[in-house]
């Protein structure tokens, strides 16, 4: 039997999932130390469930609102990038997008130098690598289908759903301890002189505890507002490249027309963007679109994996936290600021940007604002790595085919 959920329906199930994930991570105790995400609890117990009712009992979701709560959330990434903080943060981007690409050649290198040890086609190995790593479901699709139409591979959409599903849900549970662990070693603090202006790195989503005092309906329909207009703009944008045969992610043109918006506010002065209200509903449009993306995870599928793409994902998984503990946080400052990218790093270098995001949001709520790291990585994770990982896994296909 198959329940099928309208949108109403669907929304409903995301709020009681992303509750009982706030539930768990107020009352265990291990949760909360290690900062997972709320999202993530709630949507891996749903889809556990899910996996423990098949062949009983099965759930079908209107996910129509998942792509315009993602789009949301990185328009209030934008909609939070002041000049100033893009004048602080914009060698870091640089620095950050290097080690990404390093780390997109290293991910490939492991799934290629597995495969030839156990004996799997590496071009399938190779989608257990950056594809789904880096890439995420989407460029684990687009390869997957590419791979299966050149080279004849057969199993290779299955093989990359199942590896992305694994990395989505690695990079949610091990950004957390990895950050805490630098924070704990180096008595890390946040730098209280940075521009922190409560954008995404006060508090976690839905975080009971923040000030409400000074937000009025006022402040949230403008909020509203302006979220909505960057969205259509950026929709627009995003229709008029695609037409010019220009590929870019789906968020990306709102997110600069959220920067454009929230400069335009400082320099003329004319209007206000209130930033408590952006976080507060960017924290919301992040937790809501994860416990839906989680919920939905057919966890069934990691069990159609092979010996050898269970080596490789395993791995991945150990070139990931120990690329983020030794590399990123070293290189990127080996400060408070550092340690909260290794978390991210860990989030979409195994998953996807909104889980990286996630990531920071809760070691954010634990121990405090940490402003550059909500730019640079969304930056990198939404649209730079992408072109980067393409021409890598291109790079790779042509050598192993």
């Known amino acids: 039997m198959t329940l099928e959920l309208d949108l109403i329906g669907t929304v ?25 995400p709320a999202p993530v609890i709630g949507g891996i117990i749903f889809a556990l469930l899910r996996w423990g009712l098949m062949g009983k009992i099965d759930f079908s979701f209107d996910m129509t609102l998942q792509s ?10 934008g909609l939070g990038a002041s000049l100033k903080l893009l004048k602080k943060g914009g060698p870091q981007v640089l620095l950050f997008l290097g080690l990404a690409s390093v780390l997109v050649f290293c991910q490939n290198l492991v799934a290629v130098v597995i495969s030839k040890f156990t004996g799997l086609h590496p071009l399938l190995g190779l989608l257990a690598g950056s594809v789904t790593m880096s890439g995420g479901h989407g460029t684990g699709a687009t390869f997957a289908k590419t791979f299966t139409t050149q080279y ?59 000030d409400h005092s000074g937000v009025t309906v006022n402040d949230v329909l403008l909020t509203i507002l302006q979220i ?9 944008a995003y229709a008029r490249l695609m037409g010019m045969g220009v590929t870019l992610p789906t968020y990306l043109c709102a997110l600069f027309v959220g920067i454009i918006i929230r400069n335009v506010s400082d320099f003329s002065g004319t209007f206000k963007v209130h930033l408590k209200c952006v976080d507060y509903i960017g924290a919301v ?27 490789i994902l395993l791995g991945e998984m150990l070139l990931m936290a120990s690329f983020s503990y030794f ?38 709520s634990n121990y405090g604002p940490a402003p550059r790291a909500f730019f640079v990585i969304p930056i990198v994770g939404a649209f730079f790595i992408d072109i980067v990982n393409a021409f890598v896994i291109q790079g790779f296909a042509i050598f192993l085919s």
């Open 12 to 36: 409903a199930v995301a709020s009681i999932v992303l509750w009982c994930g706030l539930f768990l991570r107020r009352k265990i105790d291990v949760l909360r130390e290690y900062n997972i």
């Open 285 to 311: 449009a992040l937790s809501l679109f994860l416990a839906m993306a989680l919920m939905s995870l057919k966890l069934w599928q990691l069990m159609d994996l092979a010996g050898p793409m269970v080596a």
């Open 68 to 77: 315009p709560l993602m789009i949301a959330f990185f328009t209030t990434v």
């Open 152 to 210: 004849g591979l057969v199993g290779a959409m299955e093989l990359a759903m199942a590896a992305a599903t694994f990395g989505l849900v690695v990079g949610s549970i091990i950004g957390g301890p990895v950050a805490r662990r630098l924070i704990r070693k180096y008595d890390l603090k946040p730098h209280m002189d940075d521009e922190s202006d409560g954008v995404h790195g006060e508090s976690g989503p839905l975080d009971s505890s923040g």
């Open 228 to 236: 909505s207009v960057a969205m259509y703009l950026g929709s627009l």
């Open 327 to 364: 590399i990123t946080f070293r290189l990127m400052g080996k400060d408070f600021e550092a340690a909260i990218m290794a978390g991210g790093h860990c989030g979409f270098g195994m998953g996807a940007t909104p889980n990286a995001v996630a990531n920071m949001e809760a070691l954010c």
